[in-house]
Structure formats: C-alpha cells, structure tokens
C-alpha cells in the first residue's frame, strides 16, 4: 500500500530505505510477497525491527532481499523500536509461536472491585468515555470472546458502534449445552460467530449454522479423563489460532474469567475502576479460594490513566510475553 500510493502521488521510490515493523514476507497468502514488490519497486535498503515468528518465513524474505542486492539490517530484540513493534504485532507474535492468540479480559468495575450489583444490574458503572475506549479495544480485537450466561441475561451485540472502525470483530461464545437463542442480537451479517460447546446437541447445531454461526464441539475431561460437562478452553484458543485469530477480547461474566484465569489462559487484563463503591456484588473473576498469598496471580501494570472520570489499567500477567 505504501508503494501504491508513492507511484499515485508521482513520487519514485527507487534507491530509497523502507522502513517496517515486519520482516517482509517472501510467500503468496492474501497478497503478494513484499520482499518482491520492494525488490521490483528498486528500494536499496530495508530496515526492519523484527524477524517474523511464521515459519513460513522466517528470515528468507531478508535472504531474498539480500540476493536481489537490497541491504537489510535488523534490529536488535532489545531495541526500543523492536520492543514497541513487537507489543504492536503481539497477537500475530502469540498465534505463530505459541499457536494462541493473546488473551486480553476487558472488566468494568467499581473501585471496590464490583462489575455488577448483587441482583446483576451492572449498566452502567463506568462512563461514556471509558465505554467508547473500551470499544476501541474491541475494535483491534481479532474476535471478542463472551459466556452464555452474558448472551443470555444481556442479549448483547459485542460489535463496535462507539468508535469507528473498517470491519467489525468475530464473535466468539462459550455454550456448553448450546443454549445460544436463534434470534441472539450477535448475529450480525457479514462476521463470523463461533460457538463453542461440550454437549452434543446436533439439531440445534444445524438450526445455528443456518444462522451463519461455527458450532464446535470442544467437550473437557478431568485429570482422570472423566467428561466435565464444560467447554476445554485450552483446545478452544488453539482451534482459534487454527483460525487465525491473533488477539482475543474477552468481555465476560465472573465465573468464565475466573475459569480463564484458572486455566492460566490470561495474557492481559484490560480493567476501567469507576470512583465508586457498590458493596456486596459480583466480583472481577470467581475462582479460588487460594491457600496462600503466594499462588495469586502475579500482574504487571503497563499502565494507568484517566478516562473521563474513570482510571484505566492496563496489567500485563508476569511472563505471559516471554515468548
């Protein structure tokens, strides 16, 4: 896109540095390989933060680069240019070489930790500003992953309305016994919606497929191979990677995010504190009880700001991007 639109502009690019946040890829996919469009567009030289995790790849569009005669240096991992292009290709990072996407779990609450009130009211605890920011996040998501218990009691829609966007994000639905309604407000034309299930229930399969929706069976066992009646949410973000998801926005009810949480399924949490306490209510994640403080769940803040009048923090789970 970058060279179309210097040949629109009547500018040449030849013998002039490019600059990219990727190695450029030497195989056909949804486009042409970029290592040959820069070599045929007469670029000398190509700067690049990253060597690019697909094995696909992997160092050969620099080595196609190098034997057209284009000089190419990359940067050191350390390099704070590399840093911050990875952070920004991180779900691309995630899916090629741990197979998952990066998991990122939006949560709302008040301060003293509430997303909703005992008898489940929860609309609204934060503000608009932090509801269209929080769209925002939505909106570079891959899919945005929720439970039944969320489709049922609040029949959202889980698009992006509050901020613009080219595409809306894939849906993403937790259903054990496939109880998603046909007429569920999620079914929105032109996205996909997976929905994840334990129990076999073909007919209603076949009546949500009509719908447009991918019905998967992903039923989990315990550690003595016994069926547990719940989805296996492991299985369930390596068929996702299979599918090309690189970032999942999860946007859930307490019980799925402790049971991701659990699961050490967690890379991030994406979390709005509103400057107001509700008391009793339903918590961030259920999981637990733990036995001593030192199995909690260790978070790194990168970082924390004002959004109207709610604080938005950012928590990294230590480790989860050493890979």
Not at 113 to 120: C, H, P
Not at 204 to 217: M, P, S
Request: glycine share 8%; proline share 6%.
């Amino acid at each position: 896109m970058a060279l179309r639109d210097a040949q629109v502009q009547g500018h040449s690019v030849k013998g002039a540095t490019a600059y990219v946040t990727l190695e450029p890829c030497s195989h056909q996919g949804r486009t042409g390989p970029c290592c040959d469009a820069l070599i045929a567009a007469g670029i000398k030289k190509v700067v690049a933060t990253n060597t690019d995790p697909n094995p696909m790849v992997g160092g050969q569009g620099f080595e196609r680069l190098r034997a057209a005669g284009v000089e190419v240096e990359v940067l050191p991992p350390d390099n704070p240019l590399a840093i911050a292009s990875r952070e920004l290709n991180l779900g691309f990072f995630s899916r090629m070489i741990r197979k998952t996407p990066w998991v990122r779990m939006k949560v709302a609450a008040s301060l003293d930790g509430k997303t909703a009130l005992d008898n489940g009211v929860s609309q609204w605890i934060t503000a608009p500003e932090a509801r269209a920011d929080g769209h925002a996040w939505r909106a570079r998501a891959c899919a945005v992953l929720t439970g039944i218990g969320t489709v049922l009691a609040d029949r959202p829609r889980l698009d992006v309305r509050l901020v613009e966007t080219p595409r809306q994000p894939h849906v993403v639905v937790v259903d054990s016994n496939l109880q998603t309604p046909l007429d569920a407000p999620l079914f929105i034309a032109g996205r996909a919606v997976f929905i994840y299930a334990a129990r076999q229930n073909d007919t209603k399969k076949q009546a949500l497929e009509a719908r447009g929706a991918t019905v998967v069976y992903q039923p989990g066992v315990d550690a003595n191979g016994t069926p547990t009646g719940q989805v296996d949410l492991a299985a369930m973000l390596l068929d996702l990677g299979k599918r090309e998801i690189n970032e999942l926005h999860v946007e859930a009810g307490h019980r799925l995010n402790g049971a991701l949480i659990q699961a050490g399924l967690v890379d991030e949490l994406l979390i709005y504190l509103a400057p107001k306490l509700l008391g009793q209510g339903r918590d961030m994640a259920h999981f637990g009880p733990l036995r001593a403080l030192e199995h909690a769940l260790q978070l790194d803040f990168r970082s924390t700001e004002r959004v109207g009048p709610d604080l938005r923090i950012v928590a990294r789970v230590t480790g989860r991007d050493h890979f």
